[in-house]
């Protein structure tokens, strides 16, 4: 029995300078797992956004459930029973959980018999029900401000549930997910499945592919390249297929050269925003030719560490020294001077400003300088130089090189520009905070290259991740830290993965 609920046929779709998805034709099984695979900006979003009618194909065809259908727009989509969870989440802030979930669908009643009204108590009981059902557990109640990142993603996919979706569209659900939570999400995603729904997974993360997933289509550069059976399929070979080439998945490094002190980090107090303590009397070093990893669950101080460090937020307490200076009183700027990269954990927000082009972007933190200026005057042509051969020797992929807007990039190629950037400094200190997130395999293999290779030039690494494989390929010294202390710190051949693991739950002290 033929039972396609989803066929792609023959979609093209052209951006300036970009065929972002070129004569792509795939057909999903009701009821299946499907995963789409594929480097940095090879059209992986691009594809499922022309499924929730975000954008419309410039040539080629969509059939849903045997009927050829024009998605214009996401409701007409969801009219469909399409639904889709963004790479970037699209919740309102300052409503609540609820208020997100039946926005634009809501429930009517009447006051009194007579007073229009939306049904919050006859939502709520449909929302709780759906909650129970499939284990994802929210607060109605609260804002989505005030919630972390796993409920946001719960709230988004209760919203596709509320809205009867039964074609589950998920753009990479556990780049910004812990372990533990990736484990849950895994789960809720094989329930969906037994409820017979048909999901839709893009992921950069080949384990999860062959967790979950029944069948696997592989892009590369808009082109698909072929569709294969997972459970007969290694992870090896999906890597090759995907990048052309054979992958390495482990880090090669001589052991390290360690010179002079270039941070010290010394009893070091942050707050976060309530008042609470974030970091809690933190002590450190890290020298020149050292990488000093730092492991931990997301939510235990990491974050508010390297704000604080690179001069974001303040210091409670406590003194930052760079290279025996104190500079714990100076500003972001005048730490950059005298030699700190930061690459931070929130790259829409603080890396990066999406209305500049990347020229500009890849410019941020010295354009103020030689080359780029002169005695108060910016010259566009330094900018464009210094974009170009950024652009090439990190490979970042644009549609329309150095003046593509960074708002119209894949989110890897953002991530990628970050990095391009800060390390472009050569500053003495790097401060890296998840710098693989959401990066194709390819080029995570390139960026921990390159860390190797800033740390074997001299300069003294700080490395933050959620990624217990990150920390241990790399590091030549690892700390634990668990609500907002600093647990443990080790050398890093001293430590097992395992071991580092109980003092990230907090098992040992
Ligand atoms: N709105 C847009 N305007 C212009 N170009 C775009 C737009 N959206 C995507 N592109 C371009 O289309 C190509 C494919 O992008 P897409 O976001 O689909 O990649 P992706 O496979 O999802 O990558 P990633 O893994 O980094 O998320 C890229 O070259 C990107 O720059
Ligand atoms: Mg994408």
Redesign the pocket.
Known sequence: MDDTIVEMRHITKR??G?V?NDDVSISIQKGEIYAIL?E???????LMSMLFGMYEPDEGEIWIRGKKVNITSPSYATKLNIGMVH?HFKLVENYTVTENIILGQEPMTRHLGFLPAVDVKGSEQKIAALSKRYGLEVDPHKKIEDVNVSTRQRVEILKMLYREAEILIFD?PTAVLTPQEIEFLLNIIRELRKAGKTVILIT?KLEEIKQVADRCAI?CRGKLIGVYDVASTSTREMANRMVGREVSFTVDKAAMQPGAEVLKVDDLLVRDPDGVQAVKNVSFTVHAGEIFAIAGVSGNGQTELADAIAGLIPACGGKIFLNGEDVTALSVRERTLRGVSYIPEDRQDVGLVLDFDLAENLALKDYFKEPFCHKGVLDRRAFDEHGKKLIADYDI???QGISTQVR??????QQKAIIAREVELESGLMIFVQPTR?L?IGAIENIHKQIVAQRDAGNAILLISLELDEIIGLADTIGVMFSGEMRKIAPAETLTANQVGEYMMGVKA
């Open positions: 951006f300036p970009v972002a594929g940095n900006g090879a059209g992986k979003s691009t790479q990479e950069h892009l992929r644009s549609g119209s990039m894949s989110g890897g190629n959401g194709d």
